[in-house]
């Protein structure tokens, strides 16, 4: 098996590490992980003390980051 690096830009990286403490926050069904638990994101962003103003950005960049880690769980291959 490969070894794989991921690169992160300085500007995403405060969404990157907030993706990573919402690993274990996944929400699954009987047919598989459905998305995560947004009410969790909320307790995150405050206890990482993130000002307000920063939210709604943050939470739209781990949508992206969600739906690119759902793409590759689904993946057919």
Same mark, same amino acid.
């Given at each position: 098996?490969?070894?794989?690096?991921?690169?992160?830009?300085?500007?995403?990286?405060?969404?990157?590490?907030?993706? +990573?403490?919402?690993?274990? /926050?996944?929400?699954?069904?009987?047919?598989?992980?459905?998305?995560? !638990?947004?009410? *969790? $994101?909320?307790? +995150?962003?405050?206890?990482? /003390?993130?000002?307000?103003?920063?939210?709604?950005?943050?939470?739209? !960049?781990?949508? *992206? $980051?969600?739906?690119?880690?759902?793409?590759?769980?689904?993946?057919?291959?």
């Amino acid at each position: 098996m490969g070894t794989y690096q991921a690169q992160v830009w300085p500007e995403n990286w405060a969404a990157w590490c907030l993706f +990573e403490t919402m690993a274990t /926050q996944w929400r699954a069904g009987p047919g598989g992980v459905i998305g995560l !638990d947004y009410s *969790v $994101l909320a307790e +995150e962003l405050r206890l990482a /003390q993130i000002p307000q103003v920063e939210h709604r950005r943050l939470r739209n !960049d781990i949508r *992206v $980051l969600e739906a690119a880690a759902l793409d590759c769980i689904y993946e057919e291959g």
